[in-house]
Each structure stands twice: as C-alpha cells, then as structure tokens.
T-cell receptor, first 111, second 112 residues
Framework: KAGVTQTPRYLIKTRGQQVTLSCSPI?????VSWYQQTPGQGLQFLFE???????NKGNFPGRFSGRQFSNSRSEMNVSTLELGDSALYLC???FGSGARFFGPGTRLTVL | KNEVEQSPQNLTAQEGEFITINCSYS?????LHWLQQHPGGGIVSLFM???GKKKHGRLIATINIQEKHSSLHITASHPRDSAVYIC??????????????FGQGTILTVHP
C-alpha cells in the first residue's frame, strides 16, 4: 500500500502571499489530520477531517483553513502568510481514530 | 503548564543500554501515541495505547491510566534508535474528537 503523500515537499513564499498544501492519504483511510511543527512550539494540531467534514480545529487563526474531498484527499490553505508561518506542515491519515500514518511533510519558508 | 510532559528532554546512551522515556499528561484521554522522528522530518507511529502494555521488537510501551503516565522502553539500544521520540495524547469523544496534543519530544542519541 502506498503511504501518505504530500505535495509540494518544499515551498518558499513571501509575506502576504497565500499557499495551498496537498495531502493524499493511504487508500481506505477516511480521516486526515494536519499538524504544524516549529522549533519553538513543537508539534501542534491544526485540524482533522473525516468524510469531508472538519471534526476539530486547533488553536490557529482563521488564516489557516482546510478541506477534504470525496476521495479523502485533503488540502490546507494559509492566507496572508507571516514570517512565523515558516514551519514543517505534516499531514497524517488514519482509519477512523486509530494510529496515525504521517506523510513526509511540506517545509514552508516565508521570506 | 503543558498538558503533556516528557522526560528527559535529552538522553544519551551507549549501545546496548536499556532506555526509558516517560510521558505524563494532565487530563483524561482516549489513547496515547508514541511517535519516532528521524532527522529530515519523517514521523513514524510506534504505538497507540489505551491501556496496559504493547511490545514490538525491542520496543515496549506501557500506560497507567489512573496515574496518567506512560513509558517507552528500548531494550538493547542501537545507534539506529537515535531519533526524537514524541508522546501524544488524543481523544475519541466530546469536543476534542480527533485532536492530538504533543509532548515536547525526547532527543535520544545512542553511541556505538
């Protein structure tokens, strides 16, 4: 079975721009969750989707949004980028609320 | 105070040593996850526990729900075990459904 894939792997943007990251879960997994990892804050939960519905959202501003499609693929969007948004963004898929399988991440740099 | 506390933050061992990493949490949970992250970012899920003990190869994870504490043990450590080990707690009900809260991680270095 193919693992979780994320595109792009690396991204450089400037302040004020917006960005869309993509995540394709393991086949059969209907739950996709997103996380931000920074050296200062560590790993933080962004949001979780199941069957196209956002079930939960972490403590992030409204500039962070996401969606899930009928094939379980998910995207997250960050609008009006700030320097502090530079981070590794990870998605994970799971079968229901079971063990998470993580993708390789997208490293976003905001200049 | 963080909801999830790990100790130690840094751990150095010699190959072959028995290693223990601890995780304490402050609220009731549905499950606890142990994750491994190697340099470069990739995260691997090692265990998901809601009670008792699990073993996979040289890795053993235990959880005490009453004491809100979990431990990850590595027997006969090897340099390839060098990584960051992260504890995360999750919920399968209520307003926190699907959410994971992470510890700050334990950096393990195993010398040959």
């Amino acid at each position: 079975k193919a693992g979780v894939t994320q595109t792009p792997r690396y991204l450089i943007k400037t302040r004020g721009q917006q960005v869309t990251l993509s995540c394709s879960p393991i086949s059969g997994h209907r739950s996709v969750s997103w996380y931000q990892q920074t050296p200062g804050q560590g790993l933080q939960f962004l949001f979780e989707y199941f069957s196209e519905t956002q079930r939960n959202k972490g403590n992030f501003p409204g500039r962070f949004s996401g969606r899930q499609f009928s094939n379980s693929r998910s995207e997250m969007n960050v609008s009006t980028l700030e320097l502090g948004d530079s981070a590794l963004y990870l998605c994970a898929s799971s079968f229901g609320s079971g063990a998470r399988f993580f993708g390789p991440g997208t490293r976003l740099t905001v200049l | 105070k963080n909801e999830v506390e790990q100790s130690p933050q840094n751990l150095t061992a010699q190959e072959g040593e028995f290693i223990t990493i601890n995780c304490s949490y402050s609220v009731g949970i549905s499950a606890l996850h142990w994750l491994q992250q190697h340099p470069g970012g990739g995260i691997v899920s090692l265990f998901m526990l809601s009670s008792g003990k699990k073993k996979h190869g040289r890795l053993i994870a235990t959880i005490n729900i009453q004491e809100k504490h979990s431990s990850l043990h590595i027997t006969a450590s090897h340099p390839r075990d060098s990584a960051v080990y992260i504890c995360a707690v999750g919920w399968t009900g209520g307003t926190s459904y699907g959410k994971l809260t992470f510890g700050q991680g334990t950096i393990l270095t195993v010398h040959p």
